[in-house]
């Protein structure tokens, strides 16, 4: 009967199947079937060391751990996969506040929106502008303080005639003693559909464009 020799590790034959050409990978029932045969064959005159076998048994612990890791991470990942559809299906027909320079906005009733002002300014105004480019009117708010600063247009040009519903662009601006800066406008959107994949979940927002997830700042109703 053949004998393997207690200076043999159950790892090098298990480092030799792997290498070796195979329709599947070695588990942990083949790690320890080999164990067992390690055992049943060992020459009586040169018994396993208490050491080496338990280093044996935390090798097959440790694959048995890999493998639990892959069962546990895509169970994660489908569970990961499955809120991010069940989030993407709530979000489709709401308003979605995004930063952004543009919006469709609907003439007929009041449009609010805001502006992030990094450091007081003596006088912040937004400019709005048509989809042609053409100049609406200006939105003033005088003196503000650091912080979101609240705005709303009536939907009217600077005649006081209502403007006709459509995209129109803001653009915030502040000053500084001499200077005057932009600044970046949160504006509202509809939510139209939401795109599945990649990294992140992407939403398509109505006459805007896709935006990722991430940049949304306050879903509302």
Known sequence: ??????????LDQYQHKQDAPKSKDLGKNEFLNLLVAQLNNQ??????????????????SQVEGIEKLNTSMGSMLSSFQSSQALQ???????????PSEKAVVDTSESFKASTVLPVSSSNVYVNVYDNSGALVTRVNLGEQAAGNVS?????????????PPGTYKFEAQATYGSET?????LLPANVDSVTLGGNE????????????LSQVQVIGQ
């Open 1 to 10: 009967m053949s004998t393997v020799s207690g200076t043999g590790s159950v």
């Open 43 to 60: 020459n009586p005159l040169e018994p396993q060391g208490n050491g080496e076998f338990i280093a044996q048994l935390a090798q097959f």
């Open 88 to 98: 993407a299906s709530s979000l489709v027909g709401r308003k979605v506040i995004v």
């Open 151 to 163: 705005f709303i247009w009536d939907g009217k040009d600077s005649d006081g005639n209502v403007a």
């Open 181 to 185: 800066k932009g600044l970046y406008t």
């Open 201 to 212: 979940l992407m939403l398509n927002l109505a006459g805007l464009g896709s935006v990722p």
